[in-house]
């Protein structure tokens, strides 16, 4: 059986990550055969807009095997990241290029804001799709014909794969290979290059805390920085309607013109936040980091926090502290063999 060939559009200001990271998946992909050789399950090809070498976002040289006019048919075609594609003279042919190919390619992929180009084939209309966090809002503005989901580490939708920010390539080339091979090729590769087969949480956990600041200075935006220094006081809507002044029903709907949405969603991110913050920062239990941002007990801390998450706070701080931790040290040979488990 003759590998699977996965074509990685390339571009001046492609990202580096991206481009270098699922390639290496593929490449690590392998299958027994029956006299015990190793056969690799896909043939990686670059395709440029023409045959020219292109520089990526970090400074690296890629040389294109094919351009768009050669180009052979593919079983998978990946657009890469890189805020280049909204240059027309990038992104135009990129998009037709992928429009003409749609029809003949069983699988189409962008990596982060490799959605810009995919998008603007028009063949997203109506379906649901994700992109890093940072772009999610941009995406939804400019396309909004697309269901964009800002948490997702990856989404299918039919033929059409997407993915957050750029490692998040990694784990949709994994998802692809399992697709393709079962889940003991995925995890070979996995093992190989030392990441999660199936990464917990959404991408939430990496984006920056919540941006309240609104363009214009009113009572609202001062009400929800005296929010950030009383998490731990009672921030229920009645309180904030009576201190903002404001009957209950003409606050709520002036609360959420303003900022998008609920009092009590605001108030739970805000917490969450501050949550992370102090969770990064490793000086406090998680028990006590909870109670000390206004949740009730630590079981509605921790249900709080995986549902918005999708990860608990332990694992959370053991993830991203960066001060130092009461826990253990980590012993290297059990931290081995239980990554090939979690995986």
């Known amino acids: 059986m003759a590998p699977k060939r996965i074509?990685?559009?390339?571009?001046?200001?492609?990202?580096?990550?991206?481009?270098?990271?699922?390639?290496?998946?593929?490449?690590?992909?392998?299958?027994?055969?029956?006299d015990r050789s190793l056969r690799r399950c896909y043939e990686v090809i670059i395709i440029g807009v023409s045959n020219k070498p292109f520089t990526a976002m970090s400074g690296l040289i890629f040389q294109p095997h094919k351009t768009f006019k050669n180009a052979p048919p593919m079983d998978t075609l990946i657009i890469q990241g890189g805020l280049a594609l909204l240059k027309p003279h990038i992104g135009k042919p990129v998009a037709a290029f992928v429009k003409a190919r749609a029809n003949s390619t069983r699988r189409i992929v962008s990596l982060c804001s490799g959605i810009y180009g995919l998008a603007m084939t028009g063949l997203l209309a109506g379906r649901r799709v994700t992109t890093c966090w940072r772009y999610a809002q941009d995406v939804a503005r400019r396309f909004p014909e697309l269901e964009?989901?800002?948490?997702?580490?990856?989404?299918?939708?039919?033929?059409?794969?997407?993915?957050a920010g750029a490692t998040a390539g990694i784990d949709l080339a994994l998802s692809l290979i399992e697709e393709d091979y079962g889940p003991r090729v995925a995890l070979a590769v996995a093992r190989e290059l030392v990441v999660y087969l199936k990464r917990p949480g959404?991408?939430?956990?990496?984006?920056?805390?919540l941006q309240f600041q609104t363009e214009s200075i009113s009572r609202l935006s001062e009400l929800a920085t005296w929010m950030l220094?009383?998490?731990?006081?009672?921030?229920?809507?009645?309180?904030?309607?009576?201190?903002?002044?404001?009957?209950?029903?003409?606050f709520s709907r002036r609360f959420k013109l303003e900022f998008g949405t609920s009092v009590a969603d605001f108030v739970e991110r805000l917490r969450l936040d501050e949550?992370?913050?102090?969770l990064s920062n490793g000086d406090s239990n998680v028990k006590n980091v909870g109670l000390s941002v206004g949740f009730r007990s630590a079981d509605a801390f921790r249900r709080a926090f995986e549902r918005r998450l999708g990860v608990n706070p332990s694992d959370y701080r053991r993830r991203f502290a960066t001060g130092s931790s009461p826990s253990a040290p980590v012993n290297r040979r059990k931290r081995s063999n239980g990554f090939a488990k979690a995986a």
């Open 7 to 34: 074509g990685l559009i390339g571009f001046d200001g492609a990202g580096t990550i991206e481009m270098a990271g699922v390639a290496a998946a593929f490449a690590c992909a392998q299958i027994q055969e029956g």
């Open 275 to 278: 949550a992370r913050r102090r």
């Open 148 to 163: 964009v989901d800002d948490n997702a580490i990856f989404l299918k939708d039919g033929p059409f794969y997407t993915s």
């Open 229 to 250: 220094s009383h998490l731990y006081e009672d921030l229920s809507v009645e309180k904030l309607a009576a201190k903002a002044c404001l009957s209950l029903r003409h």
């Open 202 to 209: 959404g991408q939430e956990q990496y984006s920056e805390p």
